[in-house]
């Protein structure tokens, strides 16, 4: 190969790579895509949400209002996939995926398992598609902030407790492996 040939060989290998390069996907979210999940026995369960910040602003009751559906996140709606049936709160739900809606108040939060999936956001929420309500309390974390949304998971055997935390409020939710 004669030289011309080389540099419009290494000419072309460039274009190739900064095209390539420029599709990778952008993953500077400003609400970044977070996986939380746990494992009892041949049972699993993850929650797929995003992590909005709080950066200096009133969260309950401005950010996201009181009284009103709420994604429990950023971007696309939080969703949860179980292979086996639990209960959680106490009531049956069976495996699946599902997306999880709030109603947060100041005290109580409604907490909603709807059988859509794929939503961005609360947009297209439709109650008729409701598996499971119920509500829970509200706590206050001492001394602690959260400056993102954060969704944890505390298990102990085929009990579990699910917490959602966001600036100085907690909620939790149990969760139980059915026996199968």
Same mark, same amino acid.
């Given at each position: ?56 602003? &009133? @969260?309950? +009751?401005?950010?996201?209002?009181? *009284? ?7 971007? $696309?709606?939080? =969703?949860? #996939?179980?292979?086996?049936?639990? &209960? @959680?709160? +106490?009531?049956?739900?069976?495996? *699946? ?7 947060? $108040?100041?005290? =109580?939060? #409604? ?70």
């Amino acid at each position: 190969m004669n030289w011309k040939n080389r540099i419009r060989l290494t000419i072309l290998l460039w274009v190739v790579m900064l095209l390539a390069y420029g599709q990778e996907p952008s993953n500077s979210r400003a609400s970044p895509l977070a996986v939380v999940s746990m494992q009892y026995k041949d049972a699993y369960f993850k929650i797929v949400y995003s992590q909005p910040a709080k950066r200096g602003r &009133q @969260i309950f +009751g401005k950010v996201v209002p009181y *009284g009103q559906v709420w994604r429990t996140g950023a971007n $696309e709606a939080t =969703e949860i #996939t179980m292979t086996k049936d639990i &209960q @959680i709160n +106490g009531t049956l739900l069976k495996a *699946g995926t599902y997306s999880v809606f709030t109603i947060p $108040e100041k005290n =109580e939060w #409604t907490i909603i398992i709807n059988k859509d999936v794929g939503l961005w956001g609360a947009y297209n929420y439709n109650p008729k598609r409701d598996e499971i309500r119920f509500k829970v309390g509200t706590s206050t974390i001492p001394h602690e902030v959260y400056e993102r949304f954060t969704i944890e998971l505390i298990q102990r055997n085929e009990v579990a407790d699910l917490n959602l935390m966001w600036d100085a409020v907690k909620i939790t939710i149990p969760l139980k492996f059915i026996n199968q």
